[in-house]
């Protein structure tokens, strides 16, 4: 199982940015679909971005579209969440999330995922 570990959140005034990173332990992590969720005060946990294995292909939320960017450095066992022009809708937590490719799996849904980490604070003021 992949261990997760996030950071970089912070509080940021609006229109600023952040990235955060999450740090994966394990055997396998470069096969791993890697997910960002959040879940803001008084809302469920939702989707934010996903990287696939292999191919690095992308999903977003239509919500971040043109704003945040999600990466993966499997030589360094990371993925990252770039936050540009952030909002203060985008306050969080937010988490990684990982698991083994499924190509029937839901991308977005949280219940997909086995793997998660302990979720790093993200602060937008207005």
């Known amino acids: 199982q992949a261990q997760l570990v996030e950071s970089g959140g912070g509080l940021v005034q609006a229109g600023g940015s952040l990235r955060l990173s999450c740090a994966a332990s394990?055997?396998?992590?470069?096969?791993?679909?890697m997910a960002w969720f959040r879940q803001g005060p008084g809302k469920e946990r939702e989707f934010v971005a996903a990287?696939?294995?292999?191919?690095?292909?992308?999903y977003y939320a239509d919500s971040v579209k043109g704003r945040f960017t999600i990466s993966r450095d499997n030589a360094k066992n990371t993925a990252y969440l770039q936050m540009n022009s952030l909002k203060p809708e985008d306050t969080a937590v937010y988490y990684c999330?990982?698991?083994?490719?499924?190509?029937?799996?839901?991308?977005?849904?949280?219940?997909?995922?086995?793997?998660w980490g302990q979720g790093t604070q993200v602060t937008v003021s207005g």
């Open positions: 999330a990982a698991r083994s490719p499924n190509s029937r799996m839901v991308i977005s849904a949280h219940t997909e995922y086995a793997n």
């Open positions: 394990g055997r396998t992590f470069s096969s791993y679909t």
């Open positions: 990287i696939l294995w292999s191919t690095s292909y992308t």
